[in-house]
């Protein structure tokens, strides 16, 4: 055992890093690249709708379909997301619910925001000061112009924030769908990997990229941002 871990030591100090062997692959590569970017914009998008649409029923419904609601929500955020996968994939046909593998996990990844989302406007809504509200009221508005024209404006940049740190969230679970076999870039990275016996460079490759992609949904976040204070002050 001790002349194998010398070994095995000397193997990782003279080791290189061979990524020449995963550059054949450049088309799988740019395809599970291009189908996470697709995965992830839908998936916020879907979310953040849904999150809006759930967060106003809370804030403008009655008791029961406020239950529903936080239901819902409970029920999503104390769940494990991969657990909800299955669960949809493997279980929806016995509902009815008969899913590809990549609309499973697109609608899985919409739900899952969806509960996250709608939690970031509901603290979004009550963040926004009660005298602005009362004031609409006051000035004759309704409460569909009041969510309209005071809630949702204000809110907006109260949440910028934690909303772009849930898009970054839904951009890296999308490596949890190559477990159904979403043929996204986890699932084609670690596919090559396996097929060179290049797992490291596979790794490296896969961790470098979400990097990336995080990176960039941050920045994005950080300029909108600044483009809703703009238009706030204006």
Partial sequence: PATRRVCRVVDTMNYTFQFGVLAQYQTELLAGLWLTIQLSVVS??????????????????????????????????????????????????????????????LLGLAVYGGAYYAEIMRGGFAAVPRGHVEAATMAGLSRVQTLRR?????????????????????????????????????????????????????????ALTYWALTEATGAAGRFLERRVAQVRLA
């Fill in 44 to 105: 916020i998008l879907l979310g953040a709708a849904a999150g809006t649409v759930l967060a106003t029923l809370r804030s403008a419904s009655g008791r029961v379909v406020r239950a529903l609601v936080d239901g819902y929500v409970e029920l999503i955020r104390n769940t494990p997301f991969l657990i909800q996968l299955f669960l949809l994939y493997y279980g929806g046909p016995l509902v009815g619910i008969d899913l590809d593998a990549t609309s499973a996990g």
């Fill in 150 to 206: 005071i809630l949702l404006p204000e809110m907006a940049l109260l949440i910028l924030p934690a909303a772009v740190n849930m898009a970054v969230v839904l951009m890296k679970e999308t490596a949890v769908l190559s477990i159904i076999t979403v043929p996204e870039l986890t699932m084609v990275i670690t596919g090559i990997g396996s097929s060179t016996f290049a797992f490291t460079e596979a790794a490296f490759l896969l």
